[in-house]
């Protein structure tokens, strides 16, 4: 007759030698350093050092840890003709980040906006900018602009208090041009600057227009992008 098998014993009745609950594992699946070799061979392995995504992210939006430029005349330019340039390391793609940054800028000189122009992502006159991304245009760069018009508007009173050495306190801009309010006299932005940099620092302290007293940010012309019908409509990023 055939051997019949005998059942397998019950887990609490099966005994371990005592080296078996001290030994390591039968198969190895780690290599060493000399299994590494081995499998490796000849030649040059290349390691990269991955920076984590969430770190990443966090990194662009603090502009990789370089602290924005506070020299106003990186910032902004007043030509010998009065035409008003600020520059922006952002670009356009869309939200009409154009019309609020030059809109921001005349607000704080209290002037008009045709008589203003953003040059936007030119990285050979821009100041520095992490780049246009995480709709940080507003949060990060509006902010920027209007302090940056703003502390041109009080270097152009100085410079106007300095050349007619009135109080200046009676001063204020207006359309391209400082006004004396205790007798009327005019001078243009242009005449101020004549067309010089602006050599001031920007403090951290500067005042600037609360929103309460805007002139200029309202729903008026667009400035940035052909209307949407137009094929140009569909191209990429406007600078």
Not at 147 to 172: H, N, Q, T, Y
Not at 189 to 210: M, R, V
Request: aromatic share 6%; glycine share 10%; with cysteine.
């Amino acid at each position: 007759m055939p051997e019949i098998a005998k059942p397998l014993p019950e887990a609490d009745e099966i005994e371990f030698e005592r080296y078996e609950l001290r030994s390591g594992p039968a198969y190895r699946f780690t290599p060493d350093r000399r299994d590494f070799f081995k499998l490796l061979g000849g030649g040059i392995m290349l390691f990269l050092a991955l920076q984590p995504e969430s770190e990443a992210q966090e990194g662009g939006r603090r502009g990789g840890g370089q602290p924005l430029p506070q020299d106003l005349g990186a910032w902004l330019h007043v030509g010998e003709d009065g035409a008003i340039t600020a520059y922006t390391g952002k670009v356009e793609v869309g939200q009409n980040s154009r019309t609020s940054l030059t809109q921001a800028v005349a607000e704080e000189l209290h002037t008009g906006p045709a008589s203003i122009h953003l040059v936007m992502g030119d990285t050979d006159l821009t100041p520095y900018d992490a780049g246009t991304f995480g709709s940080q245009t507003t949060p990060r760069m509006a902010p920027q602009i209007h302090k940056v018009a703003a502390a041109g508007r009080e270097m152009l009173l100085d410079l106007a208090a300095d050349k007619w050495k009135a109080d200046r306190s009676s001063l204020l801009c207006e359309n391209g041009r400082v006004r004396n309010t205790a007798n009327g006299q005019t001078v243009s932005f242009g005449e101020l600057t004549k067309g010089q940099k602006l050599t001031k620092t920007i403090a951290s302290d500067t005042h600037i227009t609360p929103p309460s007293e805007w002139k200029i940010a309202t729903p008026t012309s667009r400035r940035w992008m052909p209307a949407p019908s137009s094929p140009a409509s569909t191209a990429m990023p406007t600078m």
